[in-house]
């Protein structure tokens, strides 16, 4: 029997690896908001977050580690193509080189942590939101959102920032970086709160389908369990 994915679960995972690549790309430029110094990809990477949360609620954790292992792949596909494009010799007569290889030729440091960072980050925000609806017996999405979404996103500073910054910026200012990002991080996941909620309901309504993960390895490497 072939196994087949609804075209929602197909839009949504394309939306998920869309965000984290487009997200790896804007981390290059720093933005002021108000007070706060972030990167520009904390306007793009919280959504993966949230369509992490829709997907653990709707289908469960293993099409959540899925989707978490193609975005890495992907990742990992753009980051190389990108790193050869920056090695290859550039015409005489074209003048954006240097922009080029600012954007695209990312130190391999920044590269590691990225990529540590957003499984750890990613695996344990499905972890964490599929045992709190089965312990919770399917009720306060909400709260389940919002907490797994500080765990992930959390993990995810804490491992990116020492591993891309450290010797490069006093640790006073790397522990403030950590946790403002999961701070907005975990906001801006409050903010749009009530759109994920609806998303999700519409979802579980055409799809009929409300997974509950009671007899699931939880196991990240597991990944032939679909």
């Given amino acids: 029997m072939k196994k087949m994915v609804s075209l929602p679960f197909m839009l949504l995972g394309i939306l998920f690896v869309v965000c984290l690549v487009v997200s790896n790309l804007m981390e290059t430029k720093i ?3 108000g007070p706060v110094t972030a990167t ?3 306007l793009v990477f919280p ?3 949230i369509i992490n949360d829709c997907i653990s609620e709707v289908w469960g954790y293993r099409k959540a580690r ?3 292992w193609s975005g890495f792949a992907v990742n990992f596909l753009v980051v190389g193509l990108s790193q050869l494009a920056v090695c290859l010799p550039a015409a005489p007569f074209w003048e954006g080189e240097e922009s080029f290889n600012f954007v695209f030729g990312m130190a391999p440091r920044i590269v590691v942590a990225s990529l540590c960072a957003f499984l750890a980050g990613s695996f344990l925000n499905a972890y964490v939101m599929s ?3 089965v312990s919770s017996g399917g009720r306060n999405f909400s709260l389940r959102a919002i907490v797994s979404t500080l765990v992930g996103e959390s993990a995810d500073s804490v491992i990116f920032f020492p591993i891309a910054f450290w010797g490069m910026l006093r640790g006073e200012e790397l522990m403030l970086m950590i946790i403002t990002q999961a701070i907005l991080k975990s906001a801006y996941e409050i903010i749009v709160l009530p759109a994920t909620v609806r998303v999700v309901r519409y ?3 055409i799809e009929g389908n409300d ?3 009671t007899n699931v390895s939880f ?3 597991k990944i032939n369990d679909l």
């Fill in 31 to 33: 933005i002021r908001l």
């Fill in 40 to 42: 520009a990809g904390l």
């Fill in 47 to 49: 959504i993966s977050y």
């Fill in 66 to 68: 899925l989707i978490i």
């Fill in 131 to 133: 045992r709190m609806k």
């Fill in 203 to 205: 979802v579980k309504k």
């Fill in 211 to 213: 997974a509950y993960d």
């Fill in 219 to 221: 196991n990240p490497f």
